[in-house]
């Protein structure tokens, strides 16, 4: 990640997470930024609409690992608000900072909803890590409607995860799940 600028860090400020809930918010503000390029997350810099950039996508990530929140594991709200923000970017350019993100952020819900122990969120969703040092790699470990929950948000859509879909594919795969306790899992494309 590149370094805040003093913008960018006052704008964290105002946005400071206190718990999930106000951390999915912050992640809806983001969201509006993207979709209109105006509002507090793109003020002081040029932001064209339905755009996201590395600095929208650092943000994302200072907000997910804020300290209020970074034992948790990442709640359905946050997950969805970041789903929300990619449906809403029609361009990028932020060299896939926020495809790792959010297939981190993704893996770190989905394991935990499904009993499964998670690093904190500094750990798991740095650039840094590899996601395969942590995620889980069988679908038995995964409750099978965290698969359905996440398929469904990935069907269909204009732009695909590379990601997380790799991840997805490689846990149902690694499963042999029948498509019937999965349906339209392969819907979840590889554009």
Same mark, same amino acid.
């Given at each position: ?12 400020? *105002? %946005? ?6 106000? *951390? *999915? ?18 003020? $002081? ?21 804020? !300290? ?17 923000? #990619? ?5 990028? !350019?932020? #060299?896939?900072?926020?495809?790792? %993100?959010l297939a981190k952020a993704v893996a770190h819900h989905a394991a935990s909803?499904? $009993? ?9 969703? !740095? ?5 395969? !040092? ?17 398929? $469904? ?7 695909? #995860?590379?990601? %997380?879909?790799?991840?997805? *594919? ?8 029948? %498509?019937?306790?999965?349906? #339209?899992?392969?819907?979840? $494309?590889?554009?």
């Open positions: 990640m590149s370094a805040p600028s003093t913008k960018a860090n006052e704008l964290f400020a *105002a %946005l400071q997470p206190s718990c999930r809930k106000t *951390a *999915a918010h912050a992640l809806t503000i983001v969201r509006d930024g993207v979709i209109t390029g105006e509002g507090p997350t793109t003020k $002081g810099r040029i932001h064209f609409s339905r755009t996201l950039d590395a600095d929208d996508a650092t943000l994302c990530a200072r907000i997910l690992t804020a !300290s209020a929140v970074e034992h948790q594991p990442v709640s359905r709200a946050e997950a969805e608000a970041l789903f929300e923000i #990619n449906d809403a970017a029609a361009e990028r !350019s932020d #060299n896939g900072q926020f495809d790792d %993100l909803e499904s $009993g499964l122990p998670v690093p904190p969120r500094t750990v798991a969703l !740095s650039p840094d890590t590899d996601i395969a !040092s942590w995620a889980p790699a069988h679908a038995r470990q995964i409750d099978t409607q965290m698969l359905e929950w996440i398929a $469904g948000q990935m069907r269909g859509k204009r732009r695909s #995860n590379h990601t %997380l879909a790799a991840m997805v *594919a490689t846990v149902v795969g690694a499963a042999a799940l029948p %498509l019937s306790q999965l349906p #339209n899992v392969f819907d979840i $494309g590889m554009m």
